[in-house]
């Protein structure tokens, strides 16, 4: 499939849609920030007809979690979530006690990789622990969970942003990817823990991993043995080294400069053997 780019396309005089990157990026007057949702022609089609209430007062725009439509009278998140997994199914879910979880907690970002069912209490105990532990962590760990609903798969992604060294290998770490079957409540308990242990006890024994978590494969990468210039060394946290026409970034915080991994992609692509 081509990639589809669209550039800031007003559906009306208070929202603009743009797509770049398969992702729809919606901007609604007042708002500091974009709403994100996955490309699709007719998932673009229906959030351009959908007519998003524009907060009207500073006290709306501040307490503003979640995009609403007034055409579809729902949601974002329950507008993507019932074009892929059905109305039907989410109300059934309602029903039973589950809510429609942001998994990184971003209530604008509405793609589904970021859209599960989870039951309500267990989703705001995640929000006191999990996601509470996982945003304060992110100078040492950037960890994140992707639904992948084309595979039927849930995957953790890992960025390092201390140093961590694989003892098999003698080389530090750069990302890890874990592969999940298709069960959000035991990745969330794995990634749980592997948060905790690694921001705890500040080292990783990967010969335990496969007894202790639930993954079904695992990726690494490591980071690229780069001999930095003596001027590159005057240089702080979040300065981007050129390398063979390849942009690197010097990752760290210190009290003068922060350069930080927040995430990274998952792979579409993966699955199991």
Not at 85 to 110: A, P
Not at 132 to 140: A, G
Request: net charge negative; with cysteine; aromatic share 12%.
């Amino acid at each position: 499939m081509s990639e589809v780019c669209i550039d800031g396309i007003e559906i009306d005089k208070n929202v603009s849609l743009s797509v770049y990157n398969e992702k729809i990026a919606i901007n609604i007057k007042g708002l500091n920030k974009l709403a994100f949702v996955n490309y699709t022609e007719e998932l673009f089609n229906i959030i351009k007809n959908a007519r998003f209430r524009i907060p009207d007062t500073p006290e709306k725009i501040e307490e503003c979690k979640y995009i609403y439509s007034n055409e579809q009278r729902k949601y974002l998140h329950q507008v993507v979530f019932d074009y892929y997994i059905g109305e039907e199914n989410r109300k059934k879910g309602y029903e039973l006690g589950y809510i429609i979880e942001h998994l990184d907690n971003n209530g604008f970002n509405c793609d589904i990789s970021n859209l599960f069912l989870l039951k309500k209490v267990k989703n705001t105990y995640k929000g006191w622990n999990f996601d509470k532990e996982s945003k304060e962590s992110v100078h040492i760990i950037a960890l994140k969970i992707y639904h992948i609903i084309q595979n039927k798969t849930f995957q953790i992604t890992i960025a390092f942003n201390q140093s961590f060294v694989n003892e098999r290998s003698g080389k530090a770490l750069e990302t890890i990817k874990l592969l999940y079957d298709y069960n959000y409540e035991i990745v969330l308990q794995d990634a749980e823990q592997i948060l905790e242990s690694i921001v705890n006890t500040g080292h990783m024994n990967f010969g335990e991993w496969k007894e202790l978590y639930r993954f079904k494969d695992i990726k690494m990468t490591y980071c690229p043995e780069i001999d930095l210039s003596d001027e590159e060394k005057k240089q702080g946290c979040g300065t981007i080294i050129v390398r063979d026409g390849i942009n690197y970034l010097l990752v760290g915080h210190s009290e003068e400069s922060i350069g930080l991994l927040t995430s990274i992609p998952y792979d579409k692509n993966w699955d199991f053997k």
